[in-house]
């Protein structure tokens, strides 16, 4: 696959440069839909250098080849999306494998639907996303972003703010091989152990049947130090493929792609959001810059040594009562917690034509996914004692075996353990069109949509060896049994999550205007199994071991609901109607208004099973959005040019956040509807391409947001009488969160950016920037009261700083592969001039919350070969 960065074609007629291009979709048959597909010298044409808006009813950008190549091998294509309007992602690491958080038009990632070849990738409980996981760069075609809307047949619960739609490459039609070797490192004061090393190796056979057979396989390996994690180190290991049969001349095809991601990894460096902003507060004797690594200094925490009388078979005397504490924090701290994962997928796409009219595209799939993330806790060898009778299992936040676990001949301990979450995830998915060409200028499709994920929870207990480690990174593979022989979980749920959609669209091309009009019609249903008691609205359980009678468990614990199953279902008609006008040949102006639906995720779900049928919280109500766009663009060959406006109305908005008092003052994440939130802003691109040899790319956005009424939290607390957050007066009366007015937190106001790129000879020279603006740390927009590194009282201001990001790349093209393509050296430089930055946090309803420290300057060098 030959392909040049800054000398690929970038002059297409302006009649070309008007119609869609196929990488603007997910799904075979929505590529099908909108193809019009553009030629040039062979290629197809990706915008002006690797920008591209095509030219449809919402707002969208598609990121091509020439950009992705650019960033540095092996990123994840979340990082590479930054560059994309209205897109604000923040790395936990310079190399993409530690994870990190981003926001589209201010809506989270649980809001943004992310497909690879149509495939979900959101988590199929709570749609988080992992970006630590997701597909190699190079084995990527392009990478589209809607803004705020969706494809109609996309497979998603949860997409009111956008979609994100991975396209991998098609396999050559010649034989010929692609392979990266990357070094680098961070290049920060302090910083240590963080080498980065990475290989990738990918071969395309060509035809090996004679009828046009051909496929592609490539593997790559990833190791390196996390720089806030002094412990934590990276080893990553993916391998992609794909075989794909032409039928005929005619576009027809049969395809079968294939994934494997496996990490281990512990959890980046996180901190309170106080500590981070004390960081800028200069406290007296810390540098943010050269200190910020030494909060994560693991000198005192590894190596160590847990006191062997609290390890399991450990050396305690009988009779001597020793605690989980007597550990003296061996294995305690944050990054030492491992957040393991193996995840694959099967994908298969099809297109058949039926008539010269009639098209039939079908894209079935299968993922796995095995992961889990937690830490230390105490495990008590004695029984839970509730209404008189003893119990194992898990109570109150504390484990119950039942039996000795130290050797030392009796009950009375508490011994080190680990308590990761556990999931495991098998999911079935189908995506079938039926397009019909009545003529040139009108197409309609009718498309069905099925989505079965099987989403177990559990929560199994594994023990602390005597350095800190936990015994088995997945705790399933090795769990604690109590004194009858049976795992103690700390949850243990099962759900289905399965989608049936129905969608039409229609398209159609009237001389100058053009008209979609589209509705999805998407029937949820959520299947419960809860087999823990909820004990709390917030969905706090307890879990009893079975063999017990569990009366007097019951007698003491009236109000906790028993363990029980319930189906949820959410329907609902969601249209999508739009429009593009063509002012010239060049400029054209696009409006589009889609209805968008985000299920309860399964966190919110099992907390309404505290709750009895009939009961009002047994039941919650989907999120709901009404999104508009109005824009124009411009597009000439040389300039590829995009302004567009939105504002989107949104219901019942579910907020989390960090509850440091909730579960029996162990804390935990919290939901509570914001109600209604209105959200608007601005975003728009250019791309330049001046001279044949360079390009100018700028881009910008901002965004605003206005939740309409205060948050009822219930009966105030003492803690809260006479906080400006609140509220309340007394304790005890009705309380409210005074959100009213204010804008939603996590999100930066605006953001923007350019980047430039310039051929001289054998080189190409590329840099990067991008300033993202203030973010409000918590949905009252208030300053909050804290403490500095020395104990000073403080209060923190309500914006998170704004901050900016210079990035440099220069490829040294030394010559020809045999097999085609180029050799070549390639530098990337991230963060160059070490902004020292709060990361990526998911904002709090009324405090600091979690955030991770930017990820610092860091340099790599990658050996190219084929490109």
């Avoid at 080498?195 to 790559?220: E, P, Q």
Wanted: aromatic share 12%; charged share 20%; net charge negative.
């Amino acid at each position: 696959m030959k392909f040049k960065y800054l000398l690929a074609a970038s002059v297409v007629s302006t009649a070309s440069a008007m119609v869609a291009a196929p990488a603007a979709a997910q799904s075979t048959g929505s590529v099908d839909f909108d193809d019009n597909v553009i030629i040039v010298s062979g290629a197809r044409e990706t915008g002006v250098g690797g920008v591209e808006n095509p030219d449809t009813t919402k707002a969208q950008q598609v990121l091509g080849e020439e950009i992705i190549r650019r960033q540095r091998p092996g990123q994840t294509v979340n990082d590479i999306i930054n560059l994309v309007p209205g897109v604000s992602f923040q790395n936990n690491d310079p190399w993409g494998s530690s994870g990190g958080g981003f926001t589209i038009r201010g809506f989270g990632a649980d809001r943004v639907s992310q497909t690879l070849d149509g495939l979900p990738l959101n988590d199929s409980g709570n749609y988080a996303l992992y970006t630590n996981q997701q597909v190699d760069p190079e084995v990527l075609e392009s990478v589209n972003v809607n803004l705020g809307t969706t494809d109609v047949d996309s497979p998603t619960a949860s997409a009111t703010g956008g979609t994100i739609n991975i396209r991998t490459r098609e396999p050559g039609d010649d034989f010929g091989f692609v392979g990266t070797m990357t070094f680098g490192d961070v290049l920060a004061s302090g910083a240590e152990n963080t080498t980065y090393v990475r290989g990738f190796g990918m071969i395309d056979t060509g035809d090996f049947t004679g009828i046009g057979t051909k496929a592609f396989a490539s593997v790559s390996y990833t190791t390196y130090g996390v720089p806030y994690n002094p412990y934590g180190r990276i080893n990553k290991t993916q391998v992609n493929g794909r075989i794909w049969q032409d039928l005929g001349d005619n576009g027809d095809f049969v395809s079968v792609s294939g994934h494997f991601n496996q990490n281990r990894n512990n959890f980046a460096g996180s901190e309170g959001l106080e500590t981070l902003l004390s960081y800028y507060e200069n406290t007296p004797g810390f540098d943010s810059k050269s200190d910020r690594f030494s909060v994560y200094a693991a000198s005192e925490e590894y190596p160590c040594q847990v006191d062997p009388r609290v390890v399991i078979g450990g050396t305690g005397s009988p009779g001597e009562s020793v605690d989980y504490n007597d550990r003296t924090g061996c294995g305690s701290a944050f990054y030492r917690r491992y957040n393991p994962s193996d995840t694959g997928n099967i994908r298969g796409a099809s297109r058949f034509t039926i008539t010269d009219d009639l098209i039939f595209t079908f894209d079935p799939s299968y993922q796995y996914v095995k992961a889990n993330g937690g830490g230390p806790d105490d495990l008590r060898e004695g029984f839970f004692n509730a209404g008189g009778t003893n119990y194992t299992g898990a109570f109150r936040g504390g484990y119950y075996f039942g039996r000795d676990l130290n050797n030392d001949g009796d009950l009375d301990d508490e011994v080190a353990g680990n308590d990761p979450s556990q999931t495991t995830t098998d999911r079935f998915g189908v995506v079938a069109n039926l397009i019909y060409s009545i003529n040139d200028d009108h197409r309609v499709r009718f498309a069905y949509t099925w989505d079965r994920a099987r989403h177990r929870q559990t929560g199994q207990i594994t023990n602390m060896l005597g350095n800190g480690e936990i015994s088995d990174v997945f705790a399933i593979d090795n769990p604690l049994l109590d004194v009858n022989g049976v795992e103690v979980n700390k949850r243990n749920r099962l759900s289905y999550a399965i989608l049936h959609q129905l969608s039409g669209e229609y398209r159609g091309r009237f001389g100058d205007f053009t008209a979609k009009l589209a509705l999805r019609a998407p029937f949820f249903t959520r299947e419960l199994n809860q087999f823990c008691y909820t004990t709390s609205a917030n969905g706090f359980v307890d879990c009893p071991n079975p063999g017990f009678d569990l009366a007097g468990y019951e007698a003491a614990n009236p109000n906790a609901a028993p363990p029980r199953s319930r189906t949820l279902k959410y329907d609902k008609l969601l249209p999508n109607v739009g429009f593009i006008y063509e002012i010239t040949p060049e400029v054209s102006l696009f409006a589009n208004y889609a209805k968008g639906l985000s299920v309860p995720g399964t966190d919110p779900l099992y907390a309404s099973l505290f709750f009895d049928e009939g009961d009002a919280g047994a039941n919650p109500n989907p999120e709901t959005t009404d999104s508009f766009d109005l824009g124009l663009r411009y597009q000439s060959g040389q300039i590829e040019a995009q302004l567009g406006a939105y504002y989107t109305m949104y219901k019942n908005r579910l907020a989390s956040a960090f509850d440091p008092e909730a579960n029996n003052g162990e804390g935990a994440v919290v939901y509570r509807n914001l109600g209604d939130v209105d959200k608007w802003g601005i975003d728009g691109s250019i791309a330049w391409r001046p001279t044949r040899n360079s390009l100018l790319y700028v881009f910008g956005s901002y965004n605003d947001s206005e939740i309409a009424d205060d948050t009822a939290i219930g009966a105030c607390r003492s803690f809260q009488v006479g906080d400006r957050r609140y509220s309340c007066t007394t304790a005890g009366e009705q309380g409210f969160l005074l959100t009213g007015g204010k804008s939603e937190s996590g999100a930066p106001q605006y953001s923007f950016g350019a980047r430039g790129q310039v051929a001289v000879g054998a080189f190409e020279f590329g840099a990067q920037v991008k300033h993202t603006g203030p973010r409000f740390n918590n949905d009252t927009n208030t300053d909050v009261d804290g403490e500095l590194f020395d104990g000073t009282p403080f209060t923190f201001d309500a914006k998170i700083p704004s901050y900016t990001l210079v990035d440099l790349d220069v490829r040294w093209t030394l010559g020809e592969f045999p097999t085609g393509g180029d050799v070549a050296l390639q530098l990337n430089v991230t963060n160059l001039f070490d902004e020292y930055y709060v990361g990526f946090f998911g904002g709090s309803l009324d405090g600091f919350g979690f955030a991770q420290i930017g990820s610092p300057r860091a340099a790599s060098l990658s050996v190219i070969v084929g490109y």
